[in-house]
């Protein structure tokens, strides 16, 4: 098992947000998470990541068989975890192609292995940037600064192309997205996607689970699962709404 | 623009080193006033008035409110300092080398012009005099004349007054008419005694017309006594010269420096200045620039970099006097733990200097809640048809882009100084000179990786570091 998370319960500021939640992804699975806003997706995203501020009070995340709670970010990213930011964040001064170099390195370095050569990067690049449609224009420019939204998720793909994650985390990678860039999104991840590898696709729409079809959906609801099904259960959501399952629940 | 302070002293009310200097002044003013050039010799008693009746600035002085220097007028310094013998080549006391970068060197020891007898003042083919400024008043009397203390008052303020009445010697370069300085003049200046020196050292840098030259002006420590710098340089810049001053000021901890620059700018004439404050334990730097003739562009960029209870003080003045000139002023800082910074912009625009561009920006990120900066324009503007600007932010490093960073795999202490040199970046991209840039970059990455903060009263090497920092960056892709 690739990701096992055990009664987790998360708080931001003494709040409780995520109030047992339970999720297993094995290797080559597409994990689909809906639910309404304000449930706990990107606060499970977060978690999941390392960031600061989320306070995991109960339960447990495993990864690789590592319980990795007190991980830290980068050591989390290193080993494989990747998160597809809902708001990629600009970042003044620095290009992206020595963003992605430095970050590479650094994966490298953790794996014991040398800083990769410049042509093979370049090629990487290259390579990568086709596949998501990035021009190269964007790379030369500061991390995201000055990027449209669609050319922001779109270079959180490639960033993830370049990296090429064990466990890539999608937090509303749709939003924002008109159905082009939509679509070389989610053919970004598709040329991805292998059995070595698994992805946890957050969403609120049906919509992009029309490219980056799911083996498992799963309504989050009050900071935990409530619903959990095969790819029949989105489109029964994009026909039902939540309120069906939010009364099941509530009852 | 400059309210001077009227207000009299009498003795009784002197601090130490007002008392000091009075004093220095008094008991040394037939040497001081009777074997200088006539011009030098009446700024001198203009200085001496003006001290006597006004002392050192004060913080009810607007332009000193926050400022930590008053604080030192107790201390004793020794004023009276012996003149220095060329024994040993400077290169034995103070190594500098900048990888691929080519200047020509000149030196400063405790306030007096470091070289030997006959290199005091020369004169190239080109006709270019670079010395002493001892030397220089007497050999070249009409430049005297015309440009010494002509571009700053001698009653400017306390610390102007102090050089102009007690200056012992400086560096004087003169560029002719249609010359261009091919090889960067750098003068490096160190305090090198075990008791703590006041230095005053007065520079004056003529260009003529059609002329360009480039001016490293390098404050270093060689060791940890403290000391206090107080440097004034005059500029006049020919019609349609160009003129480029990096300062460069790497002190110790007990340092106090105030380094403070006068230019006069003639029509069509370009100015550029760089200042990377790296440490000093006080450093307060005045640029004034004047912009005198039509079509004249000045550019004004500064990083400093201050931790533990380190201060620095940027003031820069632009006066637009005439029509259809440009200027711009980009300063970025980084403060650490205690550190405190001011940066005041002032930008005159007279009644007829229509069609001014003028543009200032100070953008800071305190790393620490007890780290502060003042940051404050004061624009003032009589023409109508200008294009005038102002920014100032004050923020902390982005924690936003910091997880990002880390959430590709970047180290926490690596993100964080990409980030913080990304921000300087801005500025060191200007730096046109390559190979000084490079040095720039490493000398602020080592900076910022604590280099300093290994050895409390340590400063570092401009010289090639034994290991490079590799940071994988390369801002000319930007």
């Keep these: ?251 | 623009m400059n309210k001077r302070e009227n207000m009299q002293k009498s003795d009784t009310t002197y601090k130490l080193l007002e008392a000091s200097i009075v004093s220095e002044f008094e008991r040394k003013q037939v040497e001081l006033t009777g074997l200088c050039h006539p011009a030098v010799s009446r700024s001198r008693m203009r200085a001496f008035e003006f001290l006597k009746n006004s002392g050192l600035p004060d913080r009810k002085n607007e332009k000193w409110k926050n400022s930590p220097f008053p604080g030192q007028y107790e201390e004793e310094f020794l004023l009276d300092i012996p003149p220095v013998y060329y024994d040993r080549a400077m290169e034995e006391i103070f190594k500098c080398e900048v990888p691929g970068f080519w200047a020509d060197k000149y030196s400063m020891l405790n306030g007096w012009y470091y070289s030997t007898k006959e290199n005091q003042l020369i004169t190239t083919g080109e006709g270019v005099v670079i010395g002493s400024i001892l030397k220089a008043q007497h050999q070249f009397p009409e430049l005297f004349e015309k440009h010494f203390g002509k571009i700053v008052r001698a009653d400017q303020d306390g610390f102007t007054a102090a050089n102009t009445a007690l200056f012992k010697d400086g560096m004087f370069v003169y560029v002719p008419d249609g010359v261009e300085v091919k090889n960067a003049v750098q003068l490096i200046k160190l305090i090198n005694r075990q008791e703590p020196l006041m230095v005053n050292s007065r520079n004056l840098i003529i260009l003529g017309k059609n002329s360009r030259l480039t001016f490293l002006h390098c404050d270093d420590s060689v060791n940890h006594t403290p000391s206090f710098i107080n440097t004034l340089t005059e500029v006049f810049v020919g019609e349609n010269s160009s003129f480029e001053l990096y300062k460069l000021q790497n002190l110790n901890d007990s340092t106090s420096l105030i380094n403070n620059t006068f230019i006069h700018q003639e029509q069509d004439s370009r100015l550029k200045v760089n200042i990377l404050s790296l440490n000093g334990g006080k450093i307060r730097n005045e640029l004034h620039a004047n912009l005198m003739g039509q079509g004249a562009d000045v550019d004004i960029n500064g990083v400093y970099l201050m931790d533990k209870q380190q201060h620095i003080d940027n003031q820069v003045y632009v006066n637009h006097a005439v029509p259809n000139c440009h200027s711009n002023e980009l300063f970025k800082g980084v403060l650490d733990e205690e550190a405190s910074g001011i940066f005041n912009g002032y930008i005159y625009v007279a009644r007829d200097a229509q069609q001014t561009n003028a543009f200032q920006r100070n953008n800071n990120i305190l790393m620490t809640p007890k780290a502060t900066i003042d940051t404050m324009p004061y624009l003032e503007i009589y023409a109508d048809d200008v294009k005038c600007s102002h920014g100032a932010t004050v923020g902390q490093l982005d924690e936003e882009a910091l997880f990002y960073m880390m959430q590709r795999g970047i180290g926490k202490e690596d993100a964080r100084l990409l980030l913080l040199f990304a921000f300087l970046a801005e500025v060191t991209s200007k730096v046109s000179i390559e190979a000084l840039r490079i040095s720039y970059e490493d000398m602020i990455k080592r900076r910022l990786q604590g280099e300093l903060s290994i050895c409390d009263k340590c400063v570092l090497h401009c010289s090639v570091p034994d290991k490079p920092v590799e940071f994988d960056i390369d801002l000319s892709k930007i």
């Design chain 1, 1 to 251: 098992m690739l990701l096992n998370i055990k009664n987790l319960h998360v708080a931001i500021n003494g709040k409780e947000i995520l109030k047992g939640l339970d999720l297993s992804v094995n290797k080559g699975e597409v994990h689909a998470i809906m639910g309404p806003n304000g449930t706990g997706k990107s606060t499970l995203a977060a978690a999941i990541t390392g960031r600061e501020g989320y306070e995991i009070t109960q339960g447990e995340i495993v990864y690789n068989g590592e319980v990795i709670n007190n991980m830290a970010p980068d050591v989390r990213a290193n080993r494989g975890i990747f998160l597809s930011f809902q708001y990629p964040v600009e970042i003044p001064g620095v290009s992206m192609t020595n963003f992605m170099r430095t970050a590479i390195n650094a994966q490298r370095e953790f794996n014991g292995l040398a800083p990769i050569p410049a042509g093979e990067f370049l090629k990487k690049m290259e390579k990568m940037k086709k596949l998501v449609d990035i021009n190269t224009k964007l790379t030369k420019r500061s991390v995201n600064e000055g990027f449209s939204g669609g050319e922001k998720k779109k270079n959180e793909i490639f960033q993830m192309a370049m990296l090429e994650p064990k466990l890539a985390i999608l937090d509303e990678t749709d939003s924002g997205l008109d159905i082009d860039a939509l679509k070389v999104v989610a053919r970004g991840v598709n040329e991805l996607r292998s059995d070595e590898n698994a992805f946890v696709v957050i969403t609120h729409y049906q919509r992009l689970l029309d490219y980056i079809v799911p083996d498992f959906v799963h309504v989050m609801y009050d900071g935990q699962i409530v619903k959990s099904g095969g790819k029949g259960l989105a489109l029964e959501l994009e026909d039902k709404g939540y309120d069906w399952i939010i009364d099941q629940v509530d009852e």
